[in-house]
Protein backbone atom coordinates (compact mmCIF):
# COMPACT_ATOMS: atom_id res chain seq x y z
CA UNK A 1 0.00 0.00 0.00
CA UNK A 2 1.18 3.37 -0.84
CA UNK A 3 0.55 6.36 1.31
CA UNK A 4 -1.70 9.24 -0.20
CA UNK A 5 -1.48 12.96 -0.26
CA UNK A 6 -4.52 14.79 1.53
CA UNK A 7 -4.84 18.45 0.60
CA UNK A 8 -5.92 19.85 3.73
CA UNK A 9 -8.08 23.03 3.90
CA UNK A 10 -7.35 25.34 6.48
CA UNK A 11 -9.49 28.75 7.31
CA UNK A 12 -9.29 32.26 5.97
CA UNK A 13 -9.32 34.01 9.37
CA UNK A 14 -10.07 33.22 13.23
CA UNK A 15 -13.24 30.82 12.35
CA UNK A 16 -14.26 27.51 13.83
CA UNK A 17 -13.17 24.93 11.02
CA UNK A 18 -15.99 23.22 11.46
CA UNK A 19 -18.20 26.11 10.61
CA UNK A 20 -16.27 26.19 7.15
CA UNK A 21 -15.50 22.82 6.39
CA UNK A 22 -17.00 19.28 6.43
CA UNK A 23 -16.16 16.75 9.28
CA UNK A 24 -13.95 14.78 7.00
CA UNK A 25 -11.29 17.22 7.41
CA UNK A 26 -11.47 16.56 10.92
CA UNK A 27 -11.20 12.85 10.54
CA UNK A 28 -8.19 12.88 8.20
CA UNK A 29 -6.43 15.06 10.40
CA UNK A 30 -7.18 12.85 13.61
CA UNK A 31 -5.79 9.90 11.50
CA UNK A 32 -2.49 11.68 9.50
CA UNK A 33 0.34 12.25 11.51
CA UNK A 34 3.04 13.56 8.51
CA UNK A 35 2.00 17.23 7.60
CA UNK A 36 3.94 19.61 5.26
CA UNK A 37 3.73 23.18 6.46
CA UNK A 38 4.10 26.89 5.27
CA UNK A 39 4.12 27.71 9.27
CA UNK A 40 4.66 25.16 12.02
CA UNK A 41 3.29 27.26 14.62
CA UNK A 42 -0.09 28.13 12.74
CA UNK A 43 -0.19 24.52 11.42
CA UNK A 44 0.27 23.51 15.10
CA UNK A 45 -2.58 25.64 16.42
CA UNK A 46 -4.85 24.81 13.65
CA UNK A 47 -4.24 21.22 14.10
CA UNK A 48 -4.88 21.94 18.19
CA UNK A 49 -8.34 23.75 16.96
CA UNK A 50 -9.81 21.44 14.75
CA UNK A 51 -8.45 17.78 16.59
CA UNK A 52 -7.54 19.00 20.14
CA UNK A 53 -7.44 15.40 21.59
CA UNK A 54 -4.98 14.68 18.93
CA UNK A 55 -0.86 14.86 20.69
CA UNK A 56 1.29 17.53 19.46
CA UNK A 57 4.37 15.32 19.96
CA UNK A 58 3.24 12.62 17.67
CA UNK A 59 3.22 15.21 14.95
CA UNK A 60 5.92 15.22 12.00
CA UNK A 61 5.85 18.50 10.14
CA UNK A 62 7.88 19.34 7.18
CA UNK A 63 8.57 22.80 6.49
CA UNK A 64 7.66 24.32 2.83
CA UNK A 65 8.57 28.00 3.55
CA UNK A 66 10.98 29.97 1.16
CA UNK A 67 13.65 28.85 2.78
CA UNK A 68 12.78 25.16 2.11
CA UNK A 69 16.12 23.91 -0.09
CA UNK A 70 14.50 21.79 -3.29
CA UNK A 71 16.24 18.44 -2.47
CA UNK A 72 14.94 18.23 1.01
CA UNK A 73 11.17 18.89 -0.45
CA UNK A 74 11.76 16.45 -2.83
CA UNK A 75 12.17 13.48 0.08
CA UNK A 76 9.41 14.93 2.04
CA UNK A 77 6.27 11.92 0.45
CA UNK A 78 9.07 9.12 0.73
CA UNK A 79 6.80 8.27 4.01
CA UNK A 80 4.50 7.46 1.65
CA UNK A 81 6.36 4.20 0.10
CA UNK A 82 5.73 2.66 3.66
CA UNK A 83 1.94 3.26 3.77
CA UNK A 84 2.45 6.72 5.26
CA UNK A 85 -0.29 9.36 4.54
CA UNK A 86 1.03 12.72 4.24
CA UNK A 87 -1.28 15.89 4.92
CA UNK A 88 -0.48 19.51 2.84
CA UNK A 89 -1.98 22.74 5.01
CA UNK A 90 -2.25 26.18 3.67
CA UNK A 91 -1.60 29.21 5.77
CA UNK A 92 -4.97 30.03 4.90
CA UNK A 93 -7.41 28.27 2.40
CA UNK A 94 -7.05 25.53 0.07
CA UNK A 95 -4.00 23.84 -0.46
CA UNK A 96 -1.74 24.58 -3.93
CA UNK A 97 -3.95 27.22 -5.26
CA UNK A 98 -1.93 30.84 -5.26
CA UNK A 99 -0.11 28.64 -2.44
CA UNK A 100 3.86 26.74 -3.03
CA UNK A 101 1.71 23.37 -2.00
CA UNK A 102 1.66 23.01 -5.89
CA UNK A 103 5.31 21.55 -5.78
CA UNK A 104 4.07 19.16 -3.89
CA UNK A 105 1.24 18.15 -5.33
CA UNK A 106 3.33 17.77 -8.45
CA UNK A 107 5.90 15.55 -7.27
CA UNK A 108 3.22 12.99 -5.49
CA UNK A 109 1.91 12.68 -9.24
CA UNK A 110 5.38 12.17 -10.60
CA UNK A 111 5.58 9.64 -7.83
CA UNK A 112 2.71 7.79 -8.20
CA UNK A 113 1.10 9.17 -5.30
CA UNK A 114 -2.90 9.03 -4.94
CA UNK A 115 -3.63 13.40 -4.45
CA UNK A 116 -6.49 13.35 -2.26
CA UNK A 117 -8.17 17.20 -2.32
CA UNK A 118 -10.57 18.12 0.32
CA UNK A 119 -12.97 20.22 0.69
CA UNK A 120 -12.64 23.70 2.45
CA UNK A 121 -12.76 27.61 1.68
CA UNK A 122 -11.51 28.82 -1.03
CA UNK A 123 -11.44 32.61 -1.26
CA UNK A 124 -10.69 32.93 -5.05
CA UNK A 125 -13.86 30.68 -5.84
CA UNK A 126 -15.89 32.26 -3.00
CA UNK A 127 -15.28 35.96 -4.54
CA UNK A 128 -16.29 34.89 -7.80
CA UNK A 129 -19.34 33.04 -6.77
CA UNK A 130 -20.86 36.26 -5.11
CA UNK A 131 -19.06 38.65 -7.71
CA UNK A 132 -22.29 38.28 -10.23
CA UNK A 133 -19.37 38.09 -13.06
CA UNK A 134 -18.96 35.74 -15.80
CA UNK A 135 -18.29 32.05 -13.60
CA UNK A 136 -18.14 30.55 -16.97
CA UNK A 137 -14.70 31.98 -18.14
CA UNK A 138 -12.36 34.09 -15.29
CA UNK A 139 -8.68 33.95 -14.79
CA UNK A 140 -6.97 34.52 -11.73
CA UNK A 141 -3.55 36.44 -12.45
CA UNK A 142 -1.74 36.73 -8.71
CA UNK A 143 -0.38 39.92 -7.89
CA UNK A 144 -0.21 43.05 -10.11
CA UNK A 145 2.91 44.80 -10.62
CA UNK A 146 4.02 46.98 -7.83
CA UNK A 147 5.36 50.04 -9.72
CA UNK A 148 2.55 52.85 -10.11
CA UNK A 149 3.08 52.90 -14.00
CA UNK A 150 3.51 49.03 -14.76
CA UNK A 151 0.53 48.81 -12.28
CA UNK A 152 -1.82 50.61 -14.26
CA UNK A 153 -0.48 49.09 -17.64
CA UNK A 154 -1.20 45.90 -15.97
CA UNK A 155 -4.67 47.31 -14.76
CA UNK A 156 -5.41 47.89 -18.56
CA UNK A 157 -4.39 45.01 -20.13
CA UNK A 158 -6.63 42.71 -18.14
CA UNK A 159 -9.20 45.39 -18.74
CA UNK A 160 -9.19 44.99 -22.16
CA UNK A 161 -8.77 40.78 -22.11
CA UNK A 162 -11.80 40.87 -20.06
CA UNK A 163 -13.37 42.80 -22.91
CA UNK A 164 -12.09 40.72 -25.53
CA UNK A 165 -12.25 37.65 -24.23
CA UNK A 166 -15.95 38.25 -21.11
CA UNK A 167 -14.00 36.74 -19.18
CA UNK A 168 -13.46 37.85 -15.27
CA UNK A 169 -10.56 38.66 -14.09
CA UNK A 170 -9.38 38.01 -10.77
CA UNK A 171 -6.21 39.43 -8.73
CA UNK A 172 -5.14 40.02 -5.10
CA UNK A 173 -2.97 42.69 -2.99
CA UNK A 174 -0.87 42.19 0.22
CA UNK A 175 -3.59 43.43 2.62
CA UNK A 176 -1.35 46.35 3.46
CA UNK A 177 -1.55 47.92 0.10
CA UNK A 178 -5.30 47.33 -0.55
CA UNK A 179 -6.45 50.67 -0.36
CA UNK A 180 -3.39 51.83 -2.77
CA UNK A 181 -4.98 49.26 -5.34
CA UNK A 182 -8.14 49.95 -4.76
CA UNK A 183 -7.33 53.76 -5.56
CA UNK A 184 -4.99 52.91 -8.84
CA UNK A 185 -8.43 50.56 -9.90
CA UNK A 186 -10.71 53.53 -9.66
CA UNK A 187 -8.35 55.70 -11.32
CA UNK A 188 -7.01 53.61 -14.20
CA UNK A 189 -10.18 51.56 -15.33
CA UNK A 190 -13.21 52.78 -17.46
CA UNK A 191 -16.32 54.13 -15.76
CA UNK A 192 -18.28 51.62 -16.59
CA UNK A 193 -15.99 48.76 -16.38
CA UNK A 194 -17.51 46.53 -12.84
CA UNK A 195 -15.40 45.85 -9.71
CA UNK A 196 -15.95 43.29 -7.68
CA UNK A 197 -14.40 43.46 -3.74
CA UNK A 198 -14.27 40.72 -1.23
CA UNK A 199 -12.42 40.86 1.89
CA UNK A 200 -12.70 39.06 5.07
CA UNK A 201 -14.66 35.85 3.67
CA UNK A 202 -16.13 33.62 5.98
CA UNK A 203 -15.20 36.13 8.74
CA UNK A 204 -17.89 38.53 10.79
CA UNK A 205 -16.15 41.34 8.95
CA UNK A 206 -17.02 39.78 5.84
CA UNK A 207 -17.46 42.74 2.76
CA UNK A 208 -18.37 41.82 -1.08
CA UNK A 209 -19.66 44.37 -3.53
CA UNK A 210 -19.93 44.77 -7.11
CA UNK A 211 -20.54 47.50 -8.62
CA UNK A 212 -19.72 50.11 -11.94
CA UNK A 213 -15.87 52.04 -11.16
CA UNK A 214 -18.01 55.19 -11.62
CA UNK A 215 -20.01 53.92 -8.39
CA UNK A 216 -16.85 53.10 -6.65
CA UNK A 217 -16.08 56.72 -7.23
CA UNK A 218 -17.50 57.58 -3.37
CA UNK A 219 -17.32 54.47 -1.44
CA UNK A 220 -14.91 53.95 0.79
CA UNK A 221 -14.70 50.26 1.93
CA UNK A 222 -12.08 49.73 5.17
CA UNK A 223 -9.38 47.09 3.49
CA UNK A 224 -6.20 48.04 5.33
CA UNK A 225 -4.83 44.89 6.24
CA UNK A 226 -7.96 42.75 5.15
CA UNK A 227 -6.81 39.95 2.64
CA UNK A 228 -8.90 40.65 -0.26
CA UNK A 229 -9.78 39.86 -3.61
CA UNK A 230 -10.21 42.20 -6.21
CA UNK A 231 -12.23 41.13 -9.27
CA UNK A 232 -12.88 43.36 -12.93
CA UNK A 233 -14.82 42.71 -15.91
CA UNK A 234 -15.56 44.94 -18.75
Same mark, same amino acid.
Given at each position: ? %?????? +????? /????? #???????????????? !? !????????? @? @????????? &??????????????????????? #?????????? /?????????????????????????? %?????????????????????? /??????? /?? #??????? @?????????????? &?????? !?????? @????? !????????????????????? #????? +???????????????????????????
Amino acid at each position: M %IGKLYL +IPTTL /GDTEP #LEVMPLSVKKVIEEVD !F !FIVENEKTA @R @RFIKKITPK &KSQSSLHLMSLDKYAEELETRTY #LDVCKNGTHV /GLLSEAGVPAVADPGATIVKLAHEKG %IQVVPLVGPSSILMAMMSSGMN /GQNFAFN /GY #LPIDKGE @RKKAIKELEKLSLD &KNQSQI !FIETPY @RNEKM !FADLKAALSPNTNLCIAADIT #LTSEY +IKTLAVKDWKHQSPDLHKKPAIFIIHK
